[in-house]
């Protein structure tokens, strides 16, 4: 695989850069990466913990009929295509504010990954910022599931901390239905967030972890919107 990245396509938006990379050649073992002002977010070398992000939530509703759950961001992919390759889960929404990225999982490269969950009618893409629309919507659903940043303690761009802030805890509650799962992808564990989450009312907090090769492990955060 070539050491050097290859640019596939460069946007300034409202929020700043978003880049789309592809490292090694065009064909199947191909890896493609999103990068946010100048911030690594993600690939498509792996997708592990994007996946869990997904599974947790929905073991946590336990036998809760056809879920709802809002996914935000759309990144690579894998979480909407984990999503919407099971058929327990209803209504499947996606927030994502980029509308770069919505673009090349409709018409791009990332299409390879998305194309089917796309074409599922559960599916609803949401161009809309996440931080915002929790603050404003009035729709609620039974699971958040959070994947716009490196983490709480480590975001692309500085309005998204507000969403790990006690108000952004608290509109991400009510959000949710009695019951609801709120689950947050991170690159680390965060004992100040799992406290933070508590203290937004959220219950039975806990993580869990995905192993990676180097470093610490990846980890999603979990609590419970009380009955």
Not at 168 to 193: D, H, K, T, Y
């Amino acid at each position: 695989m070539s050491e050097q990245p290859v640019t596939l396509d460069r946007r300034n938006g409202p929020h700043g850069e978003v880049v789309l990379r592809r490292r090694g050649k065009e064909g199947e073992h191909a890896v493609f990466e999103i990068i946010a002002n100048g911030v690594f977010l993600m690939d498509t070398s792996d997708g592990r913990s994007e996946r869990l992000l997904v599974d947790a939530a929905l073991d946590a509703l336990g036998d809760r009929e056809k879920p709802s759950v809002l996914i935000g961001g759309l990144g690579v992919g894998f979480s909407l295509a984990r999503a919407a390759a099971g058929p327990r889960w209803g209504r499947i929404a996606v927030a994502e504010r980029e509308e770069a990225i919505i673009g090349w999982h409709r018409r791009g490269p990332l299409a390879a990954v998305s194309r089917e969950a796309l074409a599922d009618p559960r599916t609803e893409i949401l161009h809309t910022d996440l931080v915002e629309y929790v603050r404003t919507a009035t729709e609620t659903y039974d699971a958040l599931c959070l994947d716009i940043d490196n983490g709480p303690d480590w975001t692309v761009t500085e309005d998204n901390g507000s969403l790990y802030s006690p108000a952004g805890l608290a509109a991400c509650r009510e959000r949710l239905n009695p019951g609801g799962i709120l689950a947050v992808w991170s690159a680390q564990p965060s004992g100040a967030f799992e406290e933070a989450m508590r203290n937004a009312g959220f219950c039975k907090v806990n993580t869990e972890e995905v192993t990676v090769a180097r470093g610490v492990p990846d980890v999603v955060h979990l609590g419970i919107r009380a009955a």
